[in-house]
């Protein structure tokens, strides 16, 4: 938070009233299946960007983003979508929505800072936004709720900026708890609190997460080029099954070819749906005694990441076949934290050494040097500072 503190002080010469800190999001399992509305096991994660706000006597808003270097301005009466203004535009989505909706606005001086920044438009679309709205809930008492500014997040991101935005992210981030998971239901966006034992104070099995240090577009690209692939597919199959959930499309259906799809669609419906059926078949494993079954499961996953729906690169092979050559590692699937290549292995504490040990071959082979820690689940999206007034 002293980051943020002394950047948003030199930049305009005042201190932030209000300092809010957002967690990033990781998906563990069910990273696809919003495109079925099936289920995703989600959890805070370690990085996290903070959001500092301070108010002005004019009708400009001023933005700085501490981490990349970079500003940005817009006045309150001229609020639209500039492409050029990139990180810029999550902030605007969330100030035009709400001035749509009759909130008066002075003017504004913003600053962004945190690691979370690096990742993937879609998690900082997400943290941003849900950062300004807590800032500005905060700074101006509007008393939202927190249904209420989930819709307006969901506005600016979708409606004004075009980005996918996901409820159970933003669910996530605002329900995150160290050593906890959430267990989604996307169809009904309902969710449950699960404990993740696999963590640093786990006796037995404990889950690495490895970032390969790709480049950042090296995966991002061609998800985003899946994800059309996916909407597109799932739009022919929901013209098969005109009633009932897609979720429950029966996956034999698919493999037995009983349906009339291209080749290339039938793969991807049905990773799709095994994911999800997988994901909720993991979430009653986590337990330290269902370990391997756990462990199973995201090795299911991952192969049908690579051969069905063709998600992977060289990299993340390599970290999930290295996994399956250690005894003592039970499981390696690609997870969805905003980081390209991320990776994470389930597997015994005595078996960590050796694993950390073939990472340096890795790095001889790869040439990035991998940055890896065991994954336990972060805090939840909070108000961090508050200027008290007298």
């Not at 010469?13 to 990781?26: A, D, F, H, N, Q």
């Not at 078949?281 to 005694?289: E, N, Q």
């Not at 990299?315 to 699937?333: C, F, M, Q, Y």
């Not at 040439?367 to 508050?386: L, M, T």
């Amino acid at each position: 938070m002293e980051n943020i503190l002394s950047y948003h002080k030199k930049e305009y010469e005042e201190s932030p009233l209000v300092i809010v800190e957002v967690p990033g999001t990781c998906t563990l399992l069910g990273s696809y299946s919003d495109s079925c509305k099936g289920w995703s096991l989600l959890g805070t994660d370690v990085a996290t960007l903070f959001v500092g706000i301070s108010q002005r006597n004019d009708q400009l808003v001023r933005l700085a983003n501490a981490t990349l270097n970079d500003r940005k301005r817009f006045s309150l009466s001229n609020i639209k979508f500039r492409k050029e203004d990139r990180w810029g535009n999550y902030i605007k989505g969330v100030i035009g929505i709400l001035a749509s909706e009759g909130v008066e606005f002075s003017g504004l001086n913003v600053t962004v800072e945190g690691p979370l920044l690096l990742s993937d438009n879609q998690m900082v679309s997400s943290a941003i936004a849900l950062g300004v709205c807590m800032a500005l809930n905060a700074l101006m008492d509007l008393q939202m709720s927190i249904s209420s500014m989930i819709r307006v997040i969901y506005q600016a991101n979708t409606t004004f900026n075009n980005e996918l935005c996901k409820i159970s992210d933003l669910l996530t981030m605002i329900n995150g708890q160290k050593g906890k998971v959430l267990f989604f239901d996307l169809q009904h966006l309902t969710f449950q609190e699960l404990g993740f034992p696999f963590t640093e104070e786990s006796e037995e099995y404990v889950a690495l997460i490895i970032d390969s240090k790709i480049s950042p577009n090296a995966m991002r690209e061609e998800i985003a080029t899946k994800r059309k692939d996916i909407e597109v597919a799932f739009s022919k199959l929901k013209e098969l099954k005109p009633g009932g959930f897609i979720r429950d499309f029966p996956e034999s259906d698919l493999s037995a070819r009983v349906v009339p799809l291209e080749e290339d669609v039938r793969h991807i419906c049905e990773y799709i749906l095994m994911e999800s059926r997988l994901t909720f078949d993991a979430a009653f494993m986590l337990s330290p005694k269902d370990a391997m079954l756990y462990g199973k499961t995201m090795v299911k996953i991952q192969t049908g990441l690579r051969d069905l729906l063709e998600v992977s690169c060289p990299e993340v092979d390599w970290l999930t076949k290295r996994s399956s050559e250690i005894n003592g590692s039970v499981g390696a699937v690609l997870v969805s934290n905003g980081f390209s290549g991320n990776v994470m292995v389930l597997l015994s504490k005595q078996a960590l050494p050796s694993y950390i040990s073939r990472l340096e071959e890795y790095e001889h082979i790869f040439g990035f040097h991998p940055r890896w820690y065991i994954y336990e689940g972060g805090g939840s999206a909070k108000v961090v500072f508050q200027e008290q007034h007298i």
